[in-house]
């Protein structure tokens, strides 16, 4: 008798798993192609922030090292305008994007990458110098110090910085795309 209730025992278990996986398959095919679709639109999205991004790219120089920046010493392929024009579009077209995507690592890279770039931007304009001079600027606003020589001397390595850390972002978010898009 014992052996007759441990076999009904096996049986009944065993039978109770498989209704359980076969209900679970179920759900879960009814919920994939929605979950698919989701996960396709938010790759194109992302995807599309990340080619935008990556035209930025472009018209910065990524430097290796520090020896490299000194030696060389330009921040961009493009002038300060260019750049502060096409960071507004990629702006314009990134951020309606990064609404729409779910939290996840791709949004933040892609989120830190464009921050990236708005810093290098901010701190380049700093330092960035026109070559007209206009008669209301020639107004007293006091003496730079050698605090402030030294402080401006140090920008262009800030933008340098920025630079590079935006490439490391965007080489993440493309990791992560790549990665989810499989």
Do not use: C
């Not at 919920?31 to 790219?57: F, K, M, V, Y």
């Not at 001079?133 to 605090?147: M, P, R």
């Not at 850390?165 to 499989?182: C, D, F, V």
């Amino acid at each position: 008798m014992n052996r007759l209730s441990l076999a009904l025992l096996i049986l009944f278990a065993g039978s109770v798993a498989a209704h359980g996986q076969s209900v679970a398959r179920a759900r879960q095919s009814s919920l994939a192609p929605g979950l698919i679709e989701s996960t396709t639109e938010d790759t194109i999205l992302a995807a599309n922030a990340i080619t935008a991004l990556q035209r930025l790219n472009s018209e910065v120089i990524i430097y290796r090292s520090l020896g490299d920046f000194e030696a060389e010493g330009k921040l961009a392929k493009v002038s300060f305008a260019q750049f502060a024009s096409d960071l507004q579009s990629v702006t314009n077209t990134v951020e309606p994007t990064l609404s729409r995507m779910p939290e996840s690592r791709l949004k933040t890279a892609i989120t830190n990458a464009l921050e990236s770039y708005r810093d290098g931007a901010f701190w380049w304009e700093k330092i960035n110098q026109s070559r007209v001079v206009h008669v209301s600027a020639l107004t007293y606003k006091g003496t730079n110090t050698s605090s402030d020589s030294a402080f401006l001397a140090t920008v262009p390595y800030t933008v340098a910085i920025h630079w590079r850390q935006a490439a490391g972002y965007l080489k993440r978010a493309e990791e992560e795309i790549n990665r989810t898009g499989k």
